[in-house]
């Protein structure tokens, strides 16, 4: 038996146990400091370039509108990005 044959034969229980964690290493290690949580603009250009490219031109942002108690200024602007950009929102 194979080098490649040996490590393919782990069951998917246990692939999946690897992915979980590894998983979970990748969300602990980002930290929630490292989305700009007030910045509309920034909010506004990721739902635009998510939906036109990252290499597509960004319109101006519009006026911030208010931000309910669940939301943020962040992702406000995300929605409004993604609606700019064409994308249906539901709510």
Same mark, same amino acid.
């Given at each position: 038996?194979?080098?490649?044959?040996?490590?393919?034969? $782990?069951?998917?229980?246990?692939?999946?146990?690897?992915?979980?964690?590894?998983? +979970? +290493?990748?969300?602990?290690?980002? +930290?929630?400091?490292?989305?700009?949580?007030?910045?509309? $603009?920034?909010?506004?250009?990721?739902?635009?370039? /998510?939906?036109?490219? /990252?290499?597509?031109? @960004?319109?101006?942002?519009?006026?911030?509108?208010?931000?309910?108690?669940?939301?943020?200024?962040?992702?406000?602007?995300? $929605?409004?990005?993604? +609606?700019?950009?064409?994308?249906? @929102?539901?709510?």
């Amino acid at each position: 038996m194979g080098a490649a044959q040996v490590a393919d034969s $782990r069951n998917i229980t246990e692939l999946d146990e690897d992915a979980g964690r590894n998983s +979970k +290493k990748r969300c602990k290690d980002m +930290k929630s400091s490292d989305i700009p949580h007030n910045d509309f $603009r920034a909010g506004f250009i990721v739902g635009w370039q /998510t939906v036109k490219g /990252t290499s597509a031109g @960004i319109p101006g942002t519009p006026g911030q509108p208010g931000t309910p108690g669940n939301m943020t200024p962040f992702l406000m602007g995300v $929605r409004a990005g993604l +609606k700019a950009a064409g994308q249906e @929102i539901s709510k």
